[in-house]
């Protein structure tokens, strides 16, 4: 099993069909389907699906910068401005660290349609803390 599907096996972003594509200390992607599990009563994209994908790769952006044997990476902060409203295919997101210090990490997220259209930006800080043993 890889370690990608290790990490996020029996969790929200299994559940939610996230697919991490790229994972690299400055740059992460990953894509989510738009459909019954991510939709509004609407039929479109849920704001809440855009933002649990935007932790989802700032988070594991972090953890995989981490001593994982020592430290998780949790969200502390998220924002979200949602642009376009999207009723089915994918969204990407794309992650890029602003900075990255000893405590907290913060990253910059854009979620695109399938058309590279801007769906959703975010801003996500992320506390790294010790592991409870």
Known sequence: MTEKKRMT??????WLGIELLTLEPELVIARMPVDHRTHQPAGMLHGGASVALAETVASVGSWYQIDQATQVAVGLEINANHIRSVHEGYVVATAT???????????????RDEQERLVCVSRCTVAIVPKQR
Not at 9 to 14: F, G, K, L, R, S
Request: net charge neutral.
């Open 9 to 14: 096996e029996n969790t929200m972003i299994e």
């Open 97 to 111: 660290p602003l900075h990255r210090g000893r405590t907290t990490h913060v990253w910059d997220i854009r979620i």
